[in-house]
């Protein structure tokens, strides 16, 4: 990667290392076309899925993996009809299409140390490790559960939305402090990439639960930061939401929808019961 000072206007390696990272977090603007899977390796998904619901409202929230290899088909049957069902996605949040927009907001994540160097921030920084691990796996955005639903729904004019702005997003991915931070000598929890991949395939949230509670335990501000306060952010989204109605179908991280403090929880201490229909 690139270092020394950061050029105005300029794409950079560093920059465009720190939006791919995002990426891998949010809901990525990518110009890639849905894959071709051949049916020999073909692995069938039963993601999971939920129903909220009242009168005249209807909410579907659906548990996304960011990053999935080329041959993992789960975007058929109940999901594929909750979509159709709905009037609009609402997804983690919208990276911009728009390069200058991105270089603004991708300047939050690098900071200039004593030597003049430019780096990435620490979280960032640890992040893009998972990424080149999903990377070595075969795992990319592009095929995403994210990224695949954003697409479908632009192509057939479904209006796209965000929980969060990309800029706020990001900034809270920067601000995670040196002292929350896993480390290469500090894993959280003895669950593997693949491990939670198989799990989302067969709608188990079980290892999500377990990764979420090792996560807390090491980290508790980045657990705060990074899942508590946003589910409860979200959760008073879908409040507010089922008060106008319609259909919306709500895709965000699986690790939002698992463990003591997801949505859903947040929820249910509200008298709101999200339903598993999947």
């Known amino acids: 990667m690139a270092r020394g000072q950061k050029t105005p206007g300029r794409f950079s390696g560093r920059r465009a290392a720190a939006l791919l990272l995002l990426a891998s977090i949010a809901s990525p603007a990518l110009p890639a076309p ?10 069938r998904a039963t993601p999971a899925l939920w129903e909220i619901s ?32 709905s009037d609009e996605l609402m997804l983690e949040t919208i990276v911009p299409a728009d390069r200058t927009a991105m270089l603004a907001a991708g300047d939050q994540v690098s900071e200039i140390g004593p030597d003049g ?29 994210d990224s695949v639903l954003r697409r479908i729904a632009e192509d057939s004019g479904k209006p796209v939305g965000g929980l969060e702005r990309f800029e706020d997003q990001l900034g ?31 709608g188990d949230t079980g290892a999500f639960s377990t990764m979420l509670a090792g996560f807390e335990a090491k980290s508790p501000v980045a657990y705060r930061m990074l ?12 409040v507010n939401r089922l008060d106008r109605p319609g259909t919306v179908f709500v895709a965000v991280g699986s690790g939002h929808l698992a463990g003591k403090d997801s949505v859903q929880q947040w929820l249910a201490y509200r008298g709101i019961t999200a339903t598993r229909v999947g």
Not at 34 to 43: E, F
Not at 173 to 199: C, E, F, H, W, Y
Not at 227 to 233: C, F, L, M, T
């Open 34 to 43: 849905v894959p071709v899977i051949r049916a020999p390796s073909v692995v």
């Open 54 to 85: 009242d009168s005249d409202t209807k909410i579907y929230l659906f548990g996304t993996f960011h990053s999935l290899d080329g041959r993992t088909v789960w975007f058929d049957h109940r999901v594929r009809e909750a979509f159709n069902g």
């Open 117 to 145: 160097r430019t780096t990435l921030k620490p979280f960032i920084a640890q992040t893009q490790q998972v990424i080149g691990h999903g990377r070595a796996l075969g795992m990319s955005v592009e095929h995403g559960a």
């Open 172 to 202: 809270q991915l920067a601000r995670i402090p040196v002292s929350a931070q896993m480390n290469s000598k500090q894993t959280p929890v003895a669950v593997s990439l693949g491990d939670l991949l198989g799990a989302w395939t067969n």
């Open 227 to 238: 899942i508590s306060d946003r589910n409860a952010r979200w959760g008073q989204w879908i």
